[in-house]
């Protein structure tokens, strides 16, 4: 069964003992919101933030480069479809909207 699912970047609450959809969900969130090398056990797990403060095109293609392979790598059961990103001109920041789709 497959199930199309996007996440904001808006903070979530950690549920131990999540299942199904939920679990995928909330391991993307993780994995998305984890800077690399600040896991002990496993230090490649998360996304590279070395791209910070570069040109924003340079941002946002790292970005979706790291978030494609941080999610390929550890959680199979999703699969990153599409990256929108919404823009605060005023304020120069933007944040990312992302289309899983999860596989069983």
Known sequence: MEQWVTLDSLPTEMVFG??????????????????????????????????????????????EQECFMAIRKYEPRAVLKEIKWDIDVLSGKFWPDILIQVVK
Request: aromatic share 6%.
């Open 18 to 63: 999540a299942k199904d959809v939920f679990d995928v969900i909330q391991n993307v969130r993780t994995i998305l919101t984890t800077p690399k090398g600040t896991q002990p056990l496993d230090r490649d797990f998360g996304i590279s933030l070395e791209f910070l403060d570069s040109p924003v095109l340079t941002v946002r293609a790292r970005a």
